[in-house]
């Protein structure tokens, strides 16, 4: 899934440029290219597929020319990740037109840190081979590093079974992002996972979960199948409109909400690797470092004196001085065209400067 607005990590992120074509924690590679690279040694290009909107479909075929450009795909409307993978489902089951018991799906997403490739792909090889013989929708869980608010959990009561290269347990269940008091006991207990939003499951097992726990979506999924039938192998510019009129019907819900937390067969693989999801301009930090005093200093021709628990970011192309004084947790981000300056304790906000441009119509720092 390579969707996306570009709003939080706006200004440097645009609606034509979000945070999975930037180049946020690598001079050379954009999230989107690692996230390729990463999982393109466990799964063929070939059957490599990208979920985008409609505006990012040729930026994205740009960026993946190793890619088919038929695989890149338009979601027909922003409707959240439960009617996304149903469109995704549907899209495989007309490309493949194979058995469904026989199409493994992986759901990943293409803005995600994370460090060990080689364990990674391990831990992805054997979930597959989980999902492969098991009526189950799986995920994987991450053991949590700090008591983070902004992700959701997943809970476990059970003890994990060695599984090829992880381990495999039940989900008990989900729980939402907690307050800062609910994080650590969470921490504290030990048998709560970060939920790392990447998902496994045979196709025909998906699609049956879908029709039975979210029938308002998986009951169409058969039909966007037949309507893309014969249509897989061409790079269309947008969407097909009768799978539009299908689609914007659709409740906008998340595959967490309409499905996993409704589904008796959640299995739980645990993480072997680091994983961090770049969701916010407070995750930089954790990508590059501070110094001693707390702060980041990212990008040429920036000078802060006194200053603490700061975050500059300079990422203009014409030499352009930056420099603080006397600050204490504030984030400074500049462009050549914008310039954001806020709270540390309100980078999740950032997003509402995003909408007031847009209710301004300022659309060209959008």
């Known amino acids: ?166 381990q495999i347990a039940p989900v008990a269940r989900f729980h939402e992002k907690p307050d800062a008091g609910k994080a650590s006991e969470y921490i504290e207990s030990g048998n709560f996972f970060w939920n790392s939003g990447m998902f496994f499951w045979r196709l025909d097992v998906f699609i049956n979960e879908m029709k039975q726990h979210f029938p308002e979506v998986g009951e169409q999924i058969d039909a966007m199948a037949d309507l893309h039938s014969g249509t897989t192998e061409t790079a269309f510019p947008g969407t097909n409109e009768k799978i539009n009129e299908l689609y914007n019907c659709f409740p906008d819900k998340s595959i967490d909400y309409a499905l996993l937390e409704k589904s008796n067969s959640v299995y739980v693989a645990k993480a072997d690797f680091t994983w961090d999801d770049i969701g916010s301009w407070d995750s930089f930090s954790r990508l590059h470092g501070s110094d001693d005093d707390g702060n980041l200093n990212f990008g040429d021709s920036i000078v802060s004196v006194d200053s603490k628990d700061t975050m500059i970011i300079n990422n203009t192309d014409d030499s352009r001085m930056v420099s603080a004084l006397g600050l204490e947790d504030i984030i400074i981000i500049t462009t050549d065209d914008a310039v954001l300056v806020c709270h540390k304790s309100k980078v999740q906000d950032v997003k509402k400067i995003v909408a007031e441009l847009r209710n301004k119509k300022m659309d060209k720092w959008l």
């Open 1 to 166: 899934m390579a969707g996306g607005s570009g709003e939080r990590f706006w200004p440097l992120s645009r609606k034509d440029r979000p945070k999975q074509l930037l180049k946020l924690d690598s001079k050379y590679k954009t999230m989107l290219r690692q996230s390729i690279d990463r999982i393109g040694k466990v799964i063929d290009k070939a059957d490599i597929f990208i979920v985008t909107s409609v505006n990012l479909l040729e930026p994205i075929r740009r960026e993946l020319a190793d890619i088919p450009a038929s695989n890149v795909i338009a979601e027909p409307s922003k409707k959240n990740t439960a009617p996304c993978l149903a469109y995704a489902a549907a899209f495989l089951k007309a490309k493949y037109r194979a058995n469904e018991s026989e199409i493994l799906m992986a759901v990943l997403t293409a803005d995600h840190k994370i460090e060990s490739d080689e364990d990674f792909q391990m831990n992805i090889a054997a979930i597959l081979d989980f999902a492969s013989l098991n009526q189950g929708l799986c995920t994987i869980g991450i053991k949590p590093a700090r008591p983070e608010t902004g992700y959701g959990y997943i809970e476990v009561e059970t003890e994990f079974v060695n599984y090829g290269k992880t």
